[in-house]
């Protein structure tokens, strides 16, 4: 935990793009003081098919899933921070999004294997 979940259609289009989006989203996520870097768990989600009824032809939506508890300026703070440094990157995808929601911790469950 947390989540960072990186959907795409036609934004990320090279291997480098994908590493760097995940890149930038863990450096930004990493460096707000209420998200543990090493914590972060990201991944891309590929859309094939899909329609932006404004024209527009390539999206980027980053959900970051945290457990409950944050501020919502500190929310804020994170989805501004990941626009921001993702649109610099990326300003060729017309389209950046982020959304951050908050999970619940009581049903959360997870096993990590003994490295």
């Excluded at 990186?6 to 590493?19: I, M, V």
């Excluded at 060729?92 to 959360?108: K, L, Q, R, T």
């Amino acid at each position: 935990m947390p989540h960072f979940i990186l959907e795409q259609g036609n934004a990320l289009t090279t291997p480098e793009a994908r590493t760097d989006a995940m890149r930038i989203a863990g450096e930004v996520g990493g460096a707000c003081d209420f998200i543990e870097a090493s914590d972060i768990k990201l991944r891309i989600c590929d859309t094939a098919d899909f329609l932006m009824l404004d024209g527009r032809q390539s999206y980027l939506h980053l959900t970051a899933k945290l457990l409950s508890g944050r501020t919502p300026e500190q929310k804020e703070q994170l989805a501004i921070g990941l626009r921001a440094a993702l649109a610099e990157r990326f300003p060729e995808i017309d389209s950046i999004s982020i959304d951050v929601v908050d999970m619940d911790p009581f049903p959360y469950k997870k096993h990590l294997r003994a490295l």
